[in-house]
């Protein structure tokens, strides 16, 4: 993406954040729980340091770029079983580009596994509240 097209995105980003409606509240709540659930867990796991710096910050990108594309998503009214799919298909690129960057950063297959499974964890709590959310309307 060139940089114009990312100051665009930015600037879109930020409106939706300054006048979002309830569901994007509700999406940015929970994705800001997942960030820190998701960090918390490589933090336990690599130390402060360059490798968990660039973790963190490849994590952060991909995490909140799916929030992202939830919240332009939810810009409109959205009928519950479309935003059940959307979530879902957000969710699975998600882990597939999370799992792929802690495979890279955790190369001992125990400690990729632990690490995934605290990861995955995590996601499925924070995502099945906002499934919920979804579900009950």
Do not use: C
């Not at 990312?6 to 509240?25: F, G, P, R, S, T």
């Not at 659930?37 to 490798?51: F, T, Y």
């Not at 882990?95 to 996601?123: C, G, W």
Request: proline fraction near 1%; hydrophobic fraction near 45%.
């Amino acid at each position: 993406m060139n940089m114009q097209n990312q100051q665009k995105e930015a600037a879109n980003v930020d409106h939706i954040i300054n006048n979002a409606n309830e569901e994007q509240l509700m999406v940015m709540e929970k994705w800001s729980r997942l960030v820190g659930k998701v960090l918390s867990n490589i933090e336990i796991a690599l130390p402060e340091g360059r490798q968990y710096t660039i973790l963190k910050r490849l994590l952060n990108d991909i995490i909140y770029g799916a929030r992202n594309n939830l919240l332009f998503f939810f810009g409109r009214e959205v009928e519950n079983q479309a935003a059940l799919d959307k979530i879902k298909e957000e969710v699975e690129n998600m882990i597939v580009q999370i799992d792929t960057k802690l495979e890279m950063a955790f190369p001992q297959s125990n400690q990729q596994r632990a690490v995934k499974a605290s990861v995955q964890a995590s996601i499925e709590e924070v995502v099945s509240d906002v499934v919920i959310y979804f579900s009950e309307e």
